[in-house]
Nanobody, 124 residues
Framework: QVQLVESGGGSPLSGGSLRLSCAAYGFSASGRCMGWFRQAPGKEREGVVTIDSIGRLTYANSVRGRFTISRDNAKNTLYLQMNFLKPEDTAMYYC??????????????????WGQGTQVTVSS
């Protein structure tokens, strides 16, 4: 059974850092397109970054240079390192997979398996 479990959310100050984790169960995360997404109050869910089965990356312009996605294959876990956080990064953060080896764009509608999310609130 496919399951994704996010952790690591919190309430850092502006300019601070957090590392989110997404533990995958029931499949090998290294063989699938995986992604991080976020949804702020009153806004639609948006893509943050995706990584495919061979490590190709696609970052949203809003986070490029500040956020970094990585995978620990031995732990079957996906990470999102977030640096230089801004109040506009405040959102519920989700990890997801499309159950395929490749990624297209970072449209959340292309992803069918989701975690429950972890809250990130950045204060100024």
């Amino acid at each position: 059974q496919v399951q994704l479990v996010e952790s690591g959310g919190g309430s850092p100050l502006s300019g601070g850092s957090l590392r989110l984790s997404c533990a995958a169960y029931g499949f090998s995360a290294s063989g699938r397109c995986m992604g991080w997404f976020r949804q702020a109050p009153g806004k639609e869910r948006e893509g943050v970054v995706t990584i495919d089965s061979i490590g190709r990356l696609t970052y949203a312009n809003s986070v490029r240079g500040r956020f970094t996605i990585s995978r620990d294959n031995a732990k079957n876990t996906l990470y999102l390192q977030m640096n230089f956080l801004k109040p506009e990064d405040t959102a519920m953060y989700y990890c997801a997979t499309n159950a395929r080896s490749g990624c297209s764009d970072i449209n959340p509608a292309d992803f069918g398996y989701w975690g429950q999310g972890t809250q990130v609130t950045v204060s100024s």
